[in-house]
């Protein structure tokens, strides 16, 4: 089993491709297909992305975590950890994507629909002053029952 691997980010768009090119070196050895590591990478894309544009409004340099520990399946628990401003993307309402058109829908909530629906389980927690996202990714897509 891969043991446990962290990459610190800075809240800048450019870190995206050091993001991706973590979750593939750390996942390949797992014997997840590039398919699959794909959805992981773009789970966690969409919530990076999310803490860079809307974490933090002060202007300054931040830094935050993603934490990766491989599970049986092959899997990969994710831990996504910041000092932004609290937000529990967990909280808001599910997007209604099947009564309008694309142009119609308000802007906003598919990212999480979309992280969702590529994990397994997908977690929320305030520790002091960390948002902590946890999310269970398991190769070949995330048993729906």
Known sequence: MT?????????????????????????????????????????????????????????????????LEAIPGPGVIAVVTDDAAAYDPLARAAPDISSSSIEERPIGGLGVHLIRALMKSVAYERRGDRNVLTMEWVAGGPPRS
């Not at 768009?13 to 959805?39: K, Q, T, W």
């Not at 773009?42 to 340099?61: K, M, P, Q, R």
């Open 3 to 67: 043991a446990r691997q962290t990459i610190q980010l800075r809240n800048d768009l450019a870190e995206i491709p050091r993001l991706a090119n973590f979750v593939d070196g750390y996942c390949r050895p797992l014997g997840a297909s590039s398919d699959d590591i794909n959805g992981l990478q773009l789970a966690l894309e969409e919530v990076v992305t999310n803490v860079i544009v809307h974490g933090f409004d002060d202007g300054g340099v931040h830094h935050f975590t993603v934490d």
